[in-house]
């Protein structure tokens, strides 16, 4: 019996720590330093890495250290999904899998985001190495079970996080968050710090990122930033 709860809590410590609710409580209202000083690299540098979302019209915020993987991008579509891969400068592809299982190879390219917006699909396609960086944002047609895509706008650097409201759609690409008027971004703001994850709520956006997260008042177009206080 003792053998058997020893190997049980040794199975639990050797778990990742993914998607760790984390109290409101722990993070502590900061003034974010400025550029160059040593505290904004401890904050930016930290191993905690953080992710926002919005629960039951609540913030949410979680433990995310898996910062290495980059998922498969997934967005059902009817009775089947498209799912997307990103390698990097290795490349990337999107299929499409039908109903009965059956996979189509719809558009070679690292694909880091499908979403909706606007009642049509998009994805995003980029690459950031060595010298070589670029970002393409792609509008999918679906229409007679074809898919035909085609560049929507383009950016200079890869698409890092994407975010859909009832009516807008925002981008972060090498630190500047756009929104999409129109068919090309436009700038919001510059993000001083990584963004893992967006959310919104009423008038705020939230900004997950490593030692804690940020709020962003789009009205007053300030800047708060809470951060982890690892006790």
């Known amino acids: 019996m003792k053998r058997v709860g020893i190997l049980s809590l040794l199975l ?10 984390m109290p409101l409580s722990a993070f502590k209202d ?7 000083a040593g505290d904004l690299y401890d904050v930016t540098q930290s191993p905690y890495r953080f992710e926002v979302s919005i629960v039951h019209d609540s913030l949410t915020v979680t433990l995310n250290n898996d910062s290495t993987t980059v998922r498969p991008a997934v967005l059902p579509l009817g009775k089947g999904q498209l799912t997307g891969y990103d390698y990097g400068e290795f490349g990337g592809y999107m299929i499409h899998t039908s109903s009965t299982g059956k996979t189509d190879t719809i558009f070679r390219g690292p694909v880091r985001h499908i979403f909706t917006c606007y009642g049509r699909i998009f994805f995003t396609s980029g690459l950031w190495h060595m010298s070589q960086h670029y970002g393409q944002l792609y509008q999918l047609d679906t229409a007679k079970g074809q898919f035909k895509s085609k560049i929507y706008s383009t950016f200079d650097y890869p698409i890092r996080q994407c975010h859909v409201t009832r009516d807008s759609m925002y981008l972060v690409s090498y630190g500047t968050l756009y929104r999409m008027q129109y068919g ?17 709520r009423g008038r705020f956006m939230y900004f997950g ?23």
């Open 209 to 231: 990122m490593r030692g804690g997260y940020a709020r962003y008042d789009m009205k007053l177009k300030q800047f708060r930033y809470f951060v982890y206080t690892d006790q």
């Open 184 to 200: 090309k971004p436009v700038v919001v703001t510059a993000l001083p710090f990584v963004c893992t994850s967006i959310a919104t």
């Open 12 to 21: 639990l410590l050797s778990l990742p720590a993914f998607a760790q609710k």
């Open 30 to 36: 900061s003034i974010l330093p400025k550029a160059g």
